[in-house]
T-cell receptor, first 112, second 116 residues
Framework: EDKVVQSPLSLVVHEGDTVTLNCSYEVTNFRSLLWYKQEKKAPTFLFMLTSSGIEKKSGRLSSILDKKELFSILNITATQTGDSAVYLC????????????FGGGTRVLVKP | GAVVSQHPSRVICKSGTSVKIECRSLDFQATTMFWYRQFPKQSLMLMATSNEGSKATYEQGVEKDKFLINHASLTLSTLTVTSAHPEDSSFYICSGSLGRGKTEAFFGQGTRLTVV
């Protein structure tokens, strides 16, 4: 059974801090790993990672994948209160037909 | 990105009644749609995979007779919660996929169901 574990469960930081979120996985025939941000409603897509060692960046957010150690990290630099959300990690296996297995999420609260 | 529209965003119903939730892909054809359930402060749990023109594939532990899924066209999938009970109260989210080779899922806005 595919498994995705995120850590920490939650964290509280102040504006301007940097946060690092972790996602480890066990999946048969890994295809891709995705990061989503969920505020009040549906998740919004952040990154999709398929290859090890290639950092993806979008503004203050970046993410990287290590397929040997089976984990990914999501970094948020110079955090803002608008970064407060639950960050979800999901993996897709080959032949899974786009079916995603989600981790439990990390709840981030950024205080002014 | 592609847009998935989910309605209603919030519904309150009485125990024993049925509720239908619609999920439409507005600017792409979703050969596959996924239905998730999310309890407060928990992650998304896949309920079923809906393929256009065929029966849905349900995850273990999900009652197919209770959660009826229809995917009659490439742009519309529906989830009907039949004979709803208070324990069915939850946040239901659909997502559409562009198909094989395109992993990124596009989520609907979600439906918060409260059964009283």
């Amino acid at each position: 059974e595919d498994k995705v574990v995120q850590s920490p469960l939650s964290l509280v930081v102040h504006e301007g801090d940097t946060v690092t979120l972790n996602c480890s996985y066990e999946v048969t025939n890994f295809r891709s790993l995705l990061w989503y941000k969920q505020e009040k409603k549906a998740p919004t897509f952040l990154f999709m990672l398929t290859s090890s060692g290639i950092e993806k960046k979008s503004g203050r957010l970046s993410s990287i994948l290590d397929k040997k150690e089976l984990f990914s990290i999501l970094n948020i630099t110079a955090t803002q209160t608008g970064d407060s959300a639950v960050y979800l990690c999901a993996v897709e296996a080959l032949a899974a037909g786009n079916k995603l297995t989600f981790g439990g999420g990390t709840r981030v609260l950024v205080k002014p | 990105g592609a847009v998935v529209s989910q309605h209603p965003s919030r519904v309150i119903c009485k125990s024993g009644t049925s509720v239908k939730i619609e999920c439409r892909s507005l600017d792409f054809q979703a050969t596959t749609m996924f239905w998730y359930r999310q309890f407060p402060k928990q992650s998304l749990m896949l309920m079923a995979t809906s393929n256009e023109g065929s029966k849905a594939t349900y995850e273990q532990g999900v009652e197919k007779d209770k959660f009826l899924i229809n995917h009659a066209s490439l742009t519309l999938s529906t989830l009907t919660v039949t004979s709803a009970h208070p324990e069915d109260s939850s946040f239901y989210i659909c997502s559409g996929s562009l198909g094989r080779g395109k992993t990124e899922a596009f989520f609907g806005q979600g439906t918060r169901l409260t059964v009283v």
